[in-house]
C-alpha cells in the first residue's frame, strides 16, 4: 500500500490515480526494479547453492527475482541428486 501525495488516503501501489481525490501519482521509484527472469533461473539451476543465497538475499526487495532463482535452484538441486543417485547406481552395477 502507498499513501496518496496530496490526501494522504491509502491505495494500491499500482494506482496511477488516487482513488479519493484523483490526483496523478508519479511512478514510485523507491521500488527496485522486479521481474521474473529467465536468466536468474537459469543461475539458480546452474549453481543451486548460489540460487539458494540469492534467494534469501532477494526476496525481500525483489521477489520475482527471487522466485526466479528460486525455482531454478530448486529444479537443479532436484536434478543433481538424480543424476547424483543415477551415477551411483551405474558404479554400484559395474
Ligand atoms: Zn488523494
Known sequence: MKC???CRAKMMDEALICPH???AQELSLDKPYDFMSFGWGV???LIPLVG???FYILKDSSPLKAKSVGIGALIGAVLYVIV???LCVV???L
Open 84 to 86: 547424483y543417485i543415477i
Open 21 to 23: 481525490c484523483g490526483r
Open 52 to 54: 539458494l543465497i540469492l
Open 4 to 6: 496518496c501525495e496530496q
Open 43 to 45: 543461475l539458480g539451476f
Open 91 to 93: 558404479v554400484y552395477l
